[in-house]
Structures are given as C-alpha cells and as structure tokens.
T-cell receptor
Framework: GAVVSQHPSRVICKSGTSVKIECRSL??????MFWYRQFPKQSLMLMAT?????????EQGVEKDKFLINHASLTLSTLTVTSAHPEDSSFYICSARDPQGYGYTFGSGTRLTVV | DAKTTQPNSMESNEEEPVHLPCNHSTISGTDYIHWYRQLPSQGPEYVIH???SNVNNRMASLAIAEDRKSSTLILHRATLRDAAVYYC????????????FGKGTLLTVNP
C-alpha cells in the first residue's frame, strides 16, 4: 500500500512557541490529507481536512488560527501549532486515502509535548 | 457523524481465531465498512474494508451481515502482534470522505 511519512516523530517545545509537523505522501499524490489528534487512552479526533491549493476545512471546535494547515503541493501537508500551550500536548496523526484502494494510510504520528 | 458500536475490550489466546463484532445500525446504502487497528504510540493501520460482500485479505476476513447493520472482523489465528485497538468505521462512499473514529475494541492476546 501507499506510504505516508510524518515528521518529526517527537518534539518538545516551550510554551508560547510554534511547532510545525510535516506529512508527506511518498509514492503517490494526495489532493486531500486529514489531520487527527489523539489524547492518552482516547480515540482519534479529526481536526481538519487539508486540501491541496485551497483552504483547509476545520472540524467544529478546532481553532483554525491556532492550528495552521498548509497543503502547498500534492505530496506535502503541514500542521503548525501556534503559540503552543501544555494543553496542546498530544499525539498528532496525518492520513491520506490510498489510491491503490487499500482504505486510508496513516503517518506514524508526532508526539508533541509542550513544557 | 456515522456511529458504530464495539465492545470496549476482548481477549483471545494465541493461535486461536478472534471474532471482533461491530454494530452500525445507521449505515446507509453507499457507506463502506472499514476496519483499522492501532498499536500503542503508532498511527492506525488499515486492515480491511468492504461494502456488501464478505471480504478476505492476507490479514483478516470481514463478514458483513445481510442487512449491513453489523459486521465481524475475523482474525483466523491470533498472534501476539495482533494485540491492538481495533476500530470499525463506516464511511460515506466517494473519494476522500473523512473517517470518523469511535472508541474501538482493545484486543488482548494471551500467550
């Protein structure tokens, strides 16, 4: 199946700083990517749908000015957590539809810790 | 949002079959049934999906009820590496429609 690469796998940042997470489709083009957040012992919560060349679509309750999404090319989407606070500490995961028909493929996730 | 119901947890013994149930009574005619699994600190992994007919692949089998209101993921011989949270999702047909995750089933495999 298709592969989605996500970086970094772990990041620790100071409160008030910004962090960028990258999600790349390695062997296919993804016009749409999805960003999820997962808190400990909880399920994945969809944050936003990233669309190549246009604005992302955010789920209800997700602050678009805090979680900036850029999908500037067919193989790269980025999520920037701006002015991070400890409550933003979470596991962030990106995803894209596998063009070979094997459902959706997910990145390995980014563990963000804000201190 | 599409909603599925799964048991919170299940337990199995190594090398025995496992049947993971899922109820999706609100499924519509064009919704696909997807199954994913997630190991700790990793992104979810695709397992299998189907629409109406039963499906088999190298990882598992998917049995879909005739009325499509429930399905069962079958792992034919559980291994320790199958211990994970299994998510059943029904997704609207059409390209790039989002997946909405429920709480899933935590599968424990005993050696």
């Amino acid at each position: 199946g298709a592969v989605v690469s996500q970086h970094p796998s772990r990041v620790i940042c100071k409160s008030g700083t910004s962090v960028k997470i990258e999600c790349r489709s390695l062997d296919f083009q993804a016009t749409t990517m999805f960003w999820y957040r997962q808190f400990p012992k909880q399920s994945l919560m969809l944050m936003a749908t990233s669309n190549e060349g246009s604005k992302a679509t955010y789920e209800q309750g997700v602050e678009k000015d805090k979680f900036l999404i850029n999908h500037a090319s067919l193989t790269l989407s980025t999520l920037t957590v701006t002015s991070a606070h400890p409550e933003d500490s979470s596991f962030y995961i990106c995803s894209a539809r596998d063009p070979q028909g094997y459902g959706y493929t997910f990145g390995s996730g980014t563990r963000l810790t804000v201190v | 949002d599409a909603k599925t119901t799964q048991p919170n947890s299940m337990e199995s013994n190594e090398e025995e079959p496992v049947h993971l149930p899922c109820n999706h009574s609100t499924i519509s005619g064009t919704d696909y049934i997807h199954w994913y699994r997630q190991l700790p600190s990793q992104g979810p992994e695709y397992v299998i999906h189907g629409l109406t007919s039963n499906v088999n692949n190298r990882m598992a089998s998917l049995a879909i009820a005739e009325d499509r209101k429930s399905s069962t993921l079958i792992l034919h011989r559980a291994t320790l590496r199958d211990a994970a949270v299994y998510y059943c999702i029904h997704r609207r047909g059409g390209s790039n429609y989002k997946l909405t995750f429920g709480k899933g089933t935590l599968l424990t495999v005993n050696p």
